[in-house]
């Protein structure tokens, strides 16, 4: 047995699954120490089912954290950065476009020293270890953590990445440090980017891992913690630690994932809408669609594996304001709202009258909206469906009307029908989606690597590059009978010599239970 929770930042889920089945289910308010708020859903949930802790063998975790630390520029540590490129790549400094409040919760803490690859995998420039441990020292000295550090073409040869880590980890075995091989792709700006972007949320990942494994020991569940990863699979708990930029939108994807193990969908928008904000994503072919093309999290651009999504600033929680004009959101009582909907006695209008003034669901009392005309009630959820179904238009790539799948807290918010849909529906348990999502997901391994199809022949290379990824997600916790590839990408280096391609594989099989 599993139990999967999901943390928003209104509502903590949490869901017993025994294989594909759903046991119990909870929903609790988010609470400031996130570890109290875990622990509250998870003993309701195992109350619910009517399992006992000593019989689940794996729990799994998604949060928004990361994506709210960053959106609200809060828990952000000072990151020292280590470009290794000289005697080039000095005309555009690291965070140059960035917003200038990430950037400045960061710290100006930049280093130039030599070394990285040319585009051919040869050397560039030699690394200079000696300099490396001066750095190491300075940084020390500033009481700085996390380190980022960047080579030239460093997916093609990473060698000197993986040097002046271990120079720097063997003076300084306390500091934290991201390669950025390890969490970027092709183009060096936006690799270096969520190089930067993951050091900087070292503490929130730590913190993370330390919450849930508190709120599980409390709990009193003895077992392995996996965490959410982008891509909707899982990674163990240690890996988060390292790599937390990998869980900046593991809750849009986990909602897409319970979309499909709920529904059976393989082709569907999921609208997941929440007490602050809706995320919208795509179902191909059972699985979230990803982004094809670098990605923009907070006005920063970067090039990791990430979910096509959307979040529109709409929630259960949003504020209603009809003077002098109809206006939704984006301000939210969120997880105030038992306190300051009208309908439960407060004086703020919400998206949640709105359905209760609708007649779509029954809730607080009713008799508390008899101040607000029927024609702004109706006016109001006449945009509120324009609102979804746009978002939900965007994200459908098909020139044919698209499946529309509602999941969250808010789904009451919706009708049965929306403007430009093939069909609406919403799911038993739907309003959990995203924990059963990190419930039900798989654990991944990623392998990639630079082949010359000139000397090596195209199906051996990938058939390897599949090998490699397979071995890794069995390493990381997967059953190794039911490891298979799920992704195959092939990047055509035109600028080297010998058809030189860059291969990507993800695998991903069932938790080893």
Known sequence: MRIGVDVGGTNTDAVVMDG???????????????????????????DAAGVAPSKIRAAMIGTTQITNALSERRNLAQAAIIRLCLPANRAVSPMMDWPADIAAAIG????????????????????DDHKILRIGHDVNKKGIRHIAITGLFSPVQHRMEKRAAKII????????V??????????????????????????????????????LKKAKISAPIFVSQNDGTLMKANFARQYPIFMAKSGPTNSMIGAAHLSGAKNAVVVDIGGTTTDVGALFDGAPREKSLNTDLCDIRTNFHMPDTMSIALGGGSTIVFDPELRIGPKSV??????????FGGDVLTATDIAVGAGRINLGDRSRLGGISREKITEADRRIHEIVALAAEQMNLS????????????TC?????????KSVSQLEHGNVANAVGAAVARISGEDSSVASYRKTDRKKAIKKAVARACRRAAKLGADPETVAPIAVEETSL???????????VRAAGRIML
Do not use: C
Not at 23 to 34: E, I, V
């Open 20 to 46: 594909d089945r759903l046991l119990g289910a909870a929903k609790t308010q988010t609470t400031p120490r996130t570890n109290i708020g875990i622990t509250r859903s998870i003993k309701k949930a195992l």
């Open 108 to 127: 100006d803490n930049i280093y130039w020293a030599q070394g990285g690859a040319q585009f051919t995998g040869a050397t560039f420039s030699p690394l």
């Open 169 to 176: 980890r063997n003076a300084f075995p306390h500091m934290g």
């Open 178 to 215: 991201t390669l950025s091989h390890k969490v970027g792709g092709l183009g060096f700006v936006e690799r270096e980017n969520t190089t930067i972007l993951n050091a900087a949320l070292g503490e929130i990942g730590l913190n993370i891992a330390a919450e849930f494994a508190a709120a």
């Open 334 to 343: 969120a997880r105030d709202l038992e306190r300051r909907g009208v309908i």
């Open 399 to 410: 020139s044919t009307p698209a499946e529309i799948i509602l999941v969250g807290g808010g």
């Open 413 to 421: 918010l919706i009708g049965e029908t929306l403007a430009r849909a």
């Open 494 to 504: 035109s600028h080297q010599h010998g058809d030189r391609v860059r291969i990507r």
